[in-house]
């Protein structure tokens, strides 16, 4: 097993001070561990770099040198840093319309059907809260079984549309279904595909400029790493979404996209899923990410 990063800091600064001086060469060689942690856990190198030097800054500014405990100082200035770069305070989501829509996207696999379920079920659990989930994904029947399956196991109405292959005008008559029935959030699942493709992308922004949904969240797997990254860039681009939900982080990743993808599309990650089951979710916490990522 590897030493976790604090302490590898921790015991860097305290062979150093045994030595005497600490140098502002010393504080650069500590920081070289620390990007070395982050591109360990999946950030991009030119962020962690641009994270470091930042953190250089900081640290020498703050007098890192002259403390007793310069490992440990050092190690809440990343830390702080990196909550700061994942966007500081948890975010949550905007429930203001009537009903509020939200629309998911996401490739294939992320855990687009997974997160509407435990979303639904989430706010299910605001007692003020009746949502309606919507089946879009009109390619694959086996996607639309699904939903139903996750709706029927947190208990929550889907309405889907069989043989109808107009993704567009099933989300309408969704809202205007849910309208009528006093349901106060609708929640749209999408067809994902494998790959960014033009098609999808396509379909779901006919999709969002049809209905104005209030979140557009783009879901992602954390296993994926950099091409987590790239992924989101091309969504964002395309659809301008609301908020990041990250999937299954109870695998081994240390969770290092957070950073990426917060870092290159500027949007909050707003939830995390962190297992199959539909209570693994929570709100996505800056701070606790941060332990996480420093291991
Ligand atoms: P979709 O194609 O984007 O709708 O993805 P699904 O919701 O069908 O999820 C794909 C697979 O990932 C399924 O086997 C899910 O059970 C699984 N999955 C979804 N979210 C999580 C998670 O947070 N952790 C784990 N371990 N598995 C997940």
Redesign the pocket.
């Known amino acids: 097993m590897f030493d976790s990063l604090s302490d590898k800091l921790d015991s860097a600064f305290h062979v150093l001070k045994g030595h005497g001086q600490i140098t502002e060469i010393n504080v650069a060689e500590s920081l070289k561990e620390v990007r070395r942690a982050l591109v360990d856990a999946d950030v991009n190198y030119k962020i962690a770099k641009e994270f470091t030097n930042t953190v250089k800054e900081k640290a020498l500014g703050q007098d890192v040198l002259k403390t007793l405990k310069p490992g440990q100082l050092m190690v809440k200035l990343v830390k702080d840093e990196l909550t700061e770069l994942m966007g500081g305070e948890a975010e949550g989501i905007d429930l203001s319309g009537n009903p509020s829509i939200i629309l998911m996207s ?10 509407s379920g435990k979303l639904a079920d989430y706010l299910k659990r605001k007692k003020t809260k009746k949502p309606l989930l919507v089946a879009c994904d009109v390619y694959r029947p086996a ?1 639309i079984n ?1 939903l139903h399956v996750v709706g029927e196991q947190v208990d929550v109405e889907v309405y889907s549309e069989e043989g109808n292959q107009d993704p567009v005008a099933i989300s309408k008559s969704a809202i205007a279904y849910a309208k009528e029935n006093g349901h106060n959030v609708v929640i749209i ?1 999408t067809a ?1 595909r494998l790959a960014v493709d033009e098609m999808m992308m396509t379909e779901i922004s006919n999709i969002k400029d049809a209905i104005q949904p209030q979140e557009t969240l783009f ?1 992602v797997d954390a296993m994926t790493g950099q091409d987590a990254v790239n992924t989101a860039k091309t969504f964002n681009e395309r659809l301008d979404f609301d908020g990041v939900i990250l ?5 081994d990743t240390r969770g290092g996209a957070a950073i990426s993808i917060k870092s290159v599309v500027n949007k909050p990650i707003k939830f995390i ?4 089951k539909m209570d ?1 979710m929570d709100v996505f916490y800056p701070s606790r990410m941060a332990d996480r990522i420093l291991g």
């Open positions: 996401g490739l294939q696999g992320s855990g687009k059907t997974t997160f996607a699904q699942d994902g879901v999937t299954k982080l109870d695998g899923g962190t297992g199959e693994a």
